[in-house]
């Protein structure tokens, strides 16, 4: 598994998360097989094999959650070079063939929310951004094509 760069805030929401899944949903799944159990034949429970499938679902959830815990390490946004496009920098982009200009933050996949102007660092553009600096032009491969953004500003 890759190492998931986050902010401490990130990394505490998941923790919450993981408690609540191992502390309040793992023990309601238990609950919820040993009910549908309790109603006989367990051949014919649809209600029995559907808890089953819930549980099993909610442990790889957090297996996949304990990973990335694992896994986090926390970026202190005061250490941040903005020398260069790094993760947690927000980038101020011209798209060259439409004039448009976007703000981006880099941020880990977990923190990607496209609303937000939050791209992940893994994405087409985050990868192709990542590096670059004030004044280069970025050629991303999109789906539609190759976008060329020149960089504007680096900031925190």
């Known amino acids: 598994m890759s190492v998931?760069?986050?902010?401490?805030?990130?990394?505490?929401?998941?923790?919450?998360?993981?408690?609540?899944?191992?502390?309040?949903?793992?023990?309601?799944?238990?609950?919820?097989?040993?009910?549908?159990?309790?109603?006989?034949?367990?051949?014919?429970?649809?209600?029995?094999?559907?808890?089953?499938?819930?549980?099993?679902?909610?442990?790889?959830?957090?297996?996949?959650?304990?990973g990335v815990i694992a896994t986090a390490r926390i970026v202190n946004e005061n250490t941040i070079d903005t020398g260069r496009v790094n993760i947690l920098t927000r980038v101020r982009v011209t798209n060259i063939g439409t004039k448009k200009e976007i703000t981006y933050q880099i941020v880990s996949e977990r923190e990607a929310d496209l609303k937000a102007g939050k791209i992940s660092v893994t994405s087409p553009i985050g990868k192709g951004l990542l590096g670059k600096v004030v004044g280069e032009i970025a050629e991303v491969q999109v789906p539609a094509g190759v976008v060329k953004f020149k960089i504007e500003e680096i900031t925190v």
């Open 4 to 66: 998931q760069y986050v902010t401490k805030e990130t990394l505490e929401k998941m923790q919450s998360e993981l408690q609540h899944m191992r502390g309040v949903l793992r023990p309601a799944a238990s609950r919820a097989i040993a009910e549908a159990r309790e109603k006989g034949d367990l051949k014919e429970n649809a209600e029995y094999d559907a808890a089953k499938e819930a549980q099993g679902m909610l442990e790889a959830k957090i297996k996949q959650l304990e």
